[in-house]
Antibody
């Protein structure tokens, strides 16, 4: 059974860079798209972007200037960096898998709360 | 950019049928996916590609998609179905293809 686990600081200061890692277990990270999705408290889901194991990326246009995603196949991990954060970036951040030939999310991490505050 | 519109809330009595809609311009030409999210938990895929169910999802969950509206139907609603439901598509029609989520619908079981 594939499992995803987000990790990273739970508190980030305004103007700094949010960094999260998603570790994939129970299966290979190769040959899949992997996504980051976030959800502010009490609000809906927002797609941040996706990365293929080749390193190819697609980002949400509203966040594109601040987002960088990377993948480390040797560690079965992929990562998110979001720069110049503000309080509006406070949210639960999820990582998720996209199955081959699909454009939906079949496996999700449990989510990690990131708070932006000084 | 592509917009998906869901009603904020739907209420239904136990044993009845709940229908949650997801509106979008010519959404019938896209594949629609649905997620269930209970408080404090990650979303769970309940329907993909308009009407397919992942393994482990009850047959009570079904989907349809035509024209400008996709619908998630939950038959014989149970108390445990109370949750937020989100529709999702991949929008390839713009210069910046990407995932679009609906705003979510809170299903209340009366």
């Amino acid at each position: 059974q594939v499992q995803l686990q987000e990790s990273g600081p739970g508190l980030v200061k305004p103007s700094e860079t949010l960094s999260l890692t998603c570790t994939v277990s129970g299966g290979s990270i190769s040959s899949y798209y992997w996504s980051w999705i976030r959800q502010p408290a009490g609000k809906g889901l927002e797609w941040i972007g996706r990365i293929y194991t080749s390193g190819s990326t697609n980002y949400n246009p509203s966040l594109k200037s601040r987002v960088t995603m990377s993948v480390d196949t040797s560690k079965n991990q992929f990562s998110l960096k979001l720069s110049s954060v503000t309080a509006a970036d406070t949210a639960v951040y999820y990582c998720a898998r996209v199955p081959p030939l699909g454009d939906y999310f079949d496996y999700w991490g449990q989510g990690t709360l990131v708070t932006v505050s000084s | 950019s592509y917009v998906l519109t869901q009603p904020p809330s739907v209420s239904v009595a136990p044993g009845q049928t709940a229908r949650i809609t997801c509106g979008g311009n010519n959404i019938g030409s896209k594949s629609v996916h649905w997620y269930q999210q209970k408080p404090g938990q990650a979303p769970v895929l309940v329907v993909y590609d308009d009407s397919d169910r992942p393994s482990g999802i009850p047959e009570r969950f079904s989907g349809s998609n035509s024209g400008n509206t996709a619908t998630l139907t939950i038959s014989r609603v149970e108390a445990g179905d109370e949750a937020d439901y989100y529709c999702q598509v991949w929008d390839s029609s713009s210069d910046h293809p990407g995932v679009v989520f609906g705003g979510g619908t809170k299903l209340t079981v009366l």
